[in-house]
């Protein structure tokens, strides 16, 4: 099983900072990498997949980098509305699996 | 517009058995794979497992093989997951998620149903 860690655990930035959250593969897993964003009381938002690739109608503020078993997710200027928790999924193999999650919190 | 629209909030005694189901639209349901994701309260994602409509190809993560069972109606376009005697342990909320894409290595899960909360307490 792929194991993925992330950090930190928690971020805490002002609006119009830059928030720039890590996640570690513990082996390779290409660029098969996903990123999700959770709102309390809401269901996980896909913003970034293949690494790189931002999903349909996500913001051009959102970023993702990386490959093999290190990667990044970059909010350029955090607005308001991005205060929440950030997912990485690996797809590389079965089993499927998440980080345990990095908290972006109002400084 | 796809869509997962998963069935209501559930509260059983440890013991019982339940199943939840989710309902696509608006795609072919029978060639995208199509599962469950667990959330307990408080914590992070955890990939339960995936059923590929088509064939029936089912995958589970291996926390809960033998413990719940995926399966799906192609008539219907709905997918389920089922538990045999629940214990207090399975309350969490349950995400019906589909791959990306239909291709092999499109395993993002992109759309999310709103979740089906399932409280198990004596």
């Known amino acids: 099983e792929k194991v993925m860690t992330q950090s930190p655990a928690t971020l805490s930035l002002s609006p119009g900072e830059r928030a720039t959250l890590s996640c570690r593969a513990s082996?390779?897993?290409?660029?098969?990498l996903a990123w999700y964003q959770q709102k309390p009381g809401l269901a996980p938002r896909l913003l970034i997949y293949?690494?790189?690739t931002r999903a349909a109608g996500i913001p051009a503020r959102f970023s993702g980098s990386g490959s093999e078993t290190e990667f990044t997710l970059t909010i350029s200027s955090l607005q308001s509305e991005d205060f929440a928790v950030y997912y990485c999924?690996?797809?590389?193999?079965?089993?499927?699996?998440f980080g345990p999650g990095t908290k972006v919190e109002l400084k | 517009e796809v869509q997962l629209v998963q069935s209501g909030t559930e509260v059983k005694k440890p013991g019982e058995s339940l199943k939840i189901s989710c309902k696509g639209s608006?795609?072919?349901?029978?060639?995208?794979?199509i599962g469950w994701v667990r959330q307990r309260p408080g914590q992070g994602l955890e990939w339960m497992g995936i059923?590929?409509?088509?064939?029936?190809?089912?995958r589970y993560g291996p926390s809960f093989q033998g413990q719940v069972t995926i399966s799906a109606d192609k008539s219907t376009g709905t997918a389920y997951l089922q538990w045999g005697s629940l214990k207090a342990s399975d309350t969490a909320m349950y995400y019906c998620?589909?791959?990306?894409?239909?291709?092999?290595?499109?395993?993002?899960?992109?759309?999310w149903g709103r979740g089906t909360l399932v409280t198990v307490s004596s």
């Open positions: 999924q690996q797809y590389n193999r079965w089993p499927l699996t």
């Open positions: 998620v589909r791959h990306g894409g239909s291709d092999w290595n499109a395993r993002w899960f992109d759309p």
């Open positions: 608006g795609y072919n349901f029978n060639t995208y794979w």
């Open positions: 293949d690494a790189t």
């Open positions: 082996e390779s897993i290409s660029d098969n």
């Open positions: 059923i590929y409509p088509g064939d029936s190809d089912t």
